[in-house]
Nanobody, 124 residues
Framework: QVQLVESGGGLVQAGGSLRLSCAAS????????MGWFRQAPGKEREFVAR????????NYADSVKGRFTISGDNARATVDLQMNSLKPEDTAVYYC?????????????????WGQGTQVTVSS
């Protein structure tokens, strides 16, 4: 069984930065990539960013392009999300997730393991 644990959330003013980290334990070698999602109150969980291990590619939601950067270490089973120029609309619970599917996976259905989430609050 794979367990994912996020850390690094908190309260920040608009324009500030936060770095989220996620560590996976108990992972098998079938992992194809890891991603970050977020869920604001009353809204559905949405894709934020993903890194695909084999080719080292990354992809982002349009709303965070140019502000967020995903990075990771396949061997250590860790993934980070550097968030800059934060906006109040970035406020949400952020989840990391692991997928065995290759390619651009932006749906929650394409991820099999999830962390418990970490709160990010951006004040205006």
């Amino acid at each position: 069984q794979v367990q994912l644990v996020e850390s690094g959330g908190g309260l920040v003013q608009a324009g500030g930065s936060l770095r989220l980290s996620c560590a996976a334990s108990g992972r098998t070698f079938s992992s194809a990539g890891m991603g970050w999602f977020r869920q604001a109150p009353g809204k559905e969980r949405e894709f934020v960013a993903r890194i695909t291990w084999r080719v080292g590619s990354t992809n982002y939601a349009d709303s965070v392009k140019g502000r967020f950067t995903i990075s990771g270490d396949n061997a250590r089973a860790t993934v980070d999300l550097q968030m800059n120029s934060l906006k109040p609309e970035d406020t949400a619970v952020y989840y990391c997730a692991e997928s065995s599917l290759a390619g651009v996976a932006t749906s929650t259905l394409q991820y099999r393991y999830w962390g418990q989430g970490t709160q990010v609050t951006v004040s205006s």
